[in-house]
């Protein structure tokens, strides 16, 4: 299940881009800005929203609006599609919860290995100190 908001809540504006294009980029609005409102989107769940604005709270506005551009094309419709795309990786990314680590267990050999080598170090510092003559 792929999570999307309804294109109604998407904003899209075009300006003059830096981008490829030539001389044609002075003249064309071929960057393509998206506006989306995460706070009020009715698309996302709350924990779903969560996850959302603690992964990409920083790309968000002071209004809780995502701003994407892109300007990689030389057509609106592209570029366009291009925003679109980083919004899907984006919301794809947050939708399912990340699984809990599960610690592993040492296996009884190795603990009995780590013992063996505790004591052989433990033995060796033994020998350094002082000789007792009783």
């Known amino acids: ?10 904003d899209f504006t075009f300006v003059r881009s830096s981008g490829p294009g ?21 698309c996302l769940s709350e924990d779903v929203r969560a ?6 709270g920083n790309k968000l506005s002071g209004e809780g609006d995502l701003i994407l551009s ?6 609106q419709g592209r570029n366009r599609d291009a925003c679109i795309e980083k919004l899907k990786e984006m919301l794809n ?6 699984k809990k680590r599960k610690p592993t267990k040492m296996s009884w050999s190795r603990k009995k290995k780590n013992e063996a080598s505790k004591s ?3 033995d060796v510092k033994k020998m350094r100190g002082k ?4």
């Open 93 to 98: 990314a947050v939708e399912f919860a990340p």
């Open 51 to 56: 996850r959302f604005m603690a992964r990409y």
């Open 22 to 42: 030539g001389q044609n980029v002075n003249k064309v609005n071929s960057k393509a800005v998206l506006r989306w409102n995460v706070t009020n989107t009715t």
């Open 1 to 10: 299940m792929a999570i999307f908001p309804h294109f109604s809540e998407l």
């Open 120 to 122: 052989a170090r433990s």
């Open 70 to 75: 892109s300007d990689s094309y030389r057509d």
């Open 131 to 134: 000789p007792s003559y009783e």
